[in-house]
């Protein structure tokens, strides 16, 4: 699992405790909420609506993931003087926990994802045929867990659920518009959900992925089995000849029509297992991780409802035939 670099981290609070002295960003009397990836923000969004006096921020808005996002002392004064602060709460963003050490606002509502799920959280998964780790840390002898946890639409309602809950309970004025956002919201996570499960609950399939494999959780949800390249927080990206090859036998055995990748991928691992299958006739299909989401994309409309509908789409037109 990527790492971020601990010098800088130590350099970005000590920058955000000099600057702490300037005007909050909640002075003014609105309600500041920050996030990091954007699944939260996302979240956070649909459950303000169109409440006035919420100043919201999604941090990683310039498309980096939770694995290499390494936070400005900028971003730490927003997390040091915001009052509700949304994150995932694994290895990733450690740095976040450093970051609420030193925050100046004490009174801050914290909300974290991987706490919220507890008792929902799966752990990493080194399944057949993935390419070996060239890196480690110290952390290698630990239990890893799949930070991915928005690609459960069952995680995510939990998720929106108890953000609403706690934006109530910072801003109890506003709290019906909130609890009836949450539900509308969470309705149509409920109605895409049970549009995954007629899919795939009477004929589960298994996905071939020549990339990392972040899908861990809708694979829980919906018995789906899968084999890839890596996991889904590998930092590798070179695939050796024996995954290249285990990959291209899985998909002459299932007869599989599509290999998958996430999205920003250059499809080099997808293209090779293609090659070494005995048709050659895999499509490339990609599916979204929703990890990467930049500014662009939120102007242009995107949103995790969106995406994962998308994603569905395609799982759709790969097998539903």
């Not at 498309?63 to 997390?79: E, N, R, W």
């Not at 956002?181 to 020549?210: K, V, W």
Request: charged fraction near 25%; include cysteine.
């Amino acid at each position: 699992m990527l790492k971020k670099i601990i010098a800088f981290l130590g350099s970005a609070v000590l920058s955000a405790s000099l600057f702490s002295c300037s005007a909050s960003a909640h002075d003014n009397g609105s309600l500041n909420v920050v996030c990091t990836v954007f699944p939260c923000y996302d979240w956070a969004k649909q459950v303000i609506g169109d409440t006035s006096g919420i100043e919201l921020t999604y941090l990683m808005s310039n498309g980096s993931d939770l694995h290499s996002f390494q936070p400005t002392a900028d971003d730490i004064i927003k997390i040091s003087d915001c009052d509700v602060f949304i994150y995932v709460g694994g290895e990733s963003d450690a740095w976040a926990d450093k970051a609420l050490e030193n925050a100046r606002n004490k009174d801050m509502t914290v909300v974290r994802l991987m706490d919220v799920l507890s008792g929902h959280i799966v752990e990493e998964e080194r399944k057949e045929g993935m390419a070996e780790e060239h890196s480690h840390d110290e952390h290698e002898d630990n239990t890893e867990y799949d930070e991915h946890i928005w690609l459960s639409l069952n995680n995510a309602q939990m998720c929106v659920e108890n953000i609403c809950e706690r934006l109530c309970a910072a801003d109890s004025g506003n709290s019906a518009a909130y609890k009836s956002n949450a539900n509308a919201y969470n309705t149509e996570l409920q109605m895409l959900d049970r549009s995954f499960h007629m899919l795939f609950d009477d004929r589960p399939q298994t996905l071939i992925f020549g990339d990392r494999f972040p899908f861990r959780y809708l694979t829980e949800d919906y018995g789906l089995d899968y084999y890839a390249a890596f996991t889904g927080c590998s930092a590798e990206t070179e695939a050796s000849f024996e995954t290249v090859t285990f990959l291209a036998e899985k998909a002459n055995e299932l007869n599989a029509t599509a290999i998958f990748t996430i999205e920003n991928s250059d499809c080099t691992i997808a293209d090779a297992v293609i090659e070494n299958t005995k048709t050659k006739s895999q499509n490339i299909k990609v599916l979204d991780s929703i990890q990467s989401v930049n500014k662009k994309q939120i102007d242009e409309g995107a949103a995790y409802l969106s995406i994962m509908k998308e994603n569905y789409e395609i799982l759709k037109e790969v097998y539903d035939s």
